[in-house]
């Protein structure tokens, strides 16, 4: 279903046909591309690391198989091609030059195929088992302007590039579906741990994807305001980028251990993580050397790929996790940080975390520190 990149294509400067009416046109520029980039550039490492922990669980492999197998692939590919629009040269004509211009600055040479469906619902996915598909609603279509939406269909690339289709499309399948699996010889409860681990990979992927889009947009106020739209709407002159990214801060500072634990229970049923924290995130990153080093022509090529060692990935995931609870300022997180840094009365410190105190409810204040 995918179409090869042409050599007219790749010399393309991004430019293409005016914006429709409502949206705010920003004129094209030339963008830097990657030839060979390697999908390892811009992973996240927690992405690498819920993707090892998923395929370590407990019957993954078992269920993979037998749905890989079983997914109804080409119905998938015939149902978007009767109830939804394929993106082309004469249909959505502004969305099709962004596609193949965020496949050349990415160097993906074969175009998936880009659906645009019927749903008021700002969302985005890229699912498919033997190709990926590019599925975007109309909701998101009319909320974005040219710059964020460029962003957006580099963020589905990303996907395709990284090869999360296939896991999104079993995520999915156990989601919407999970009745008509029930007769996978694991239990309820194995295919729920396989759908929670599944959510967890597909948040971390979610960053990952981000930062793709960035690479594909090369403007990061743009990703800003998109993920603010997809927060509050099409309300830009009500918003304000610091004090949405304030949010993020205080969300992950602010309570004690409760709300530590009610933050994991309200993310654990979700996909994609919170947006403001999305924003955070990818803005830490964008003012990290490794994004400027990316943007110099300093990255890992595909041709290397296959000599990378898992050992090395490990390590590095495990040292973004440690960097992370260091710094985090969430109750829980530093709890941890002290735990593993061998701070003494740690069973003071959690009564105290969870809104009680040290010594039987008298004399100090919870949040004594």
Not at 236 to 256: K, P, S
Request: aromatic share 6%; hydrophobic share 40%; with cysteine.
């Amino acid at each position: 279903m995918g179409e090869h990149m042409s050599d007219d294509s790749r010399k393309s400067n991004g430019q293409g046909p005016e914006e429709p009416e409502g949206h705010e046109h920003v004129p094209s520029r030339q963008r830097t591309v990657f030839p060979g980039i390697s999908s390892r550039a811009y992973e996240h490492p927690a992405d690498r690391s819920a993707l090892v922990a998923l395929r370590k669980l407990s019957g993954f492999d078992t269920v993979f198989k037998a749905l890989s197998g079983l997914l109804p692939e080409r119905s998938l590919r015939l149902l978007f091609l009767s109830d939804s629009v394929r993106v082309s040269d004469q249909q959505f004509a502004h969305l099709h030059t962004m596609l193949r211009d965020a496949c050349r600055i990415l160097d993906l040479e074969k175009v998936p195929a880009m659906y645009v469906n019927q749903d008021p619902q700002p969302n985005a996915m890229c699912i498919g088992l033997d190709e990926p598909i590019i599925v975007v609603t109309t909701g998101l279509v009319e909320l974005l302007d040219e710059e964020e939406m460029r962003a957006v269909v580099g963020h589905e690339v990303g996907h395709a590039l990284s090869g999360h289709s296939v896991y999104r499309t079993i995520l999915l399948f156990l989601t919407n579906l999970a009745v008509r699996v029930a007769w996978i010889p694991l239990g309820n409860l194995a295919i729920m741990a396989i759908v929670t681990g599944l959510r967890e990979w597909f948040r971390k992927s979610e960053l990952s994807a981000d930062r793709a889009g960035l690479l594909v947009g090369q403007d990061l106020k743009a990703s800003m305001r998109g993920l603010m739209k997809i927060a509050g709407g099409n309300h830009l002159h009500e918003m304000n980028v610091d004090a949405f990214l304030a949010q993020a801060e205080e969300y992950e500072a602010g309570g004690d251990l409760r709300d530590s634990v009610l933050k994991i229970l309200n993310v654990l049923p979700r996909t994609h993580p919170f947006t403001t924290v999305r924003a955070a995130e990818l803005k830490k990153w964008a003012e990290s050397r490794d994004f400027q080093r990316i943007m110099d022509g300093h990255y890992p090529r595909r041709t290397e790929d296959k000599n990378t060692s898992v050992s090395d990935s490990f390590r590095e995931s495990a040292a973004s996790y440690a960097t992370n609870v260091k710094n985090s300022k969430d109750p829980l997180m530093k709890l941890v940080a002290d735990i593993t840094g061998g701070a003494g009365d740690l069973g003071g410190r959690v009564r105290r975390g969870f809104g009680g105190n040290g010594n039987g409810g008298r004399g100090e204040s919870p949040n004594g520190d």
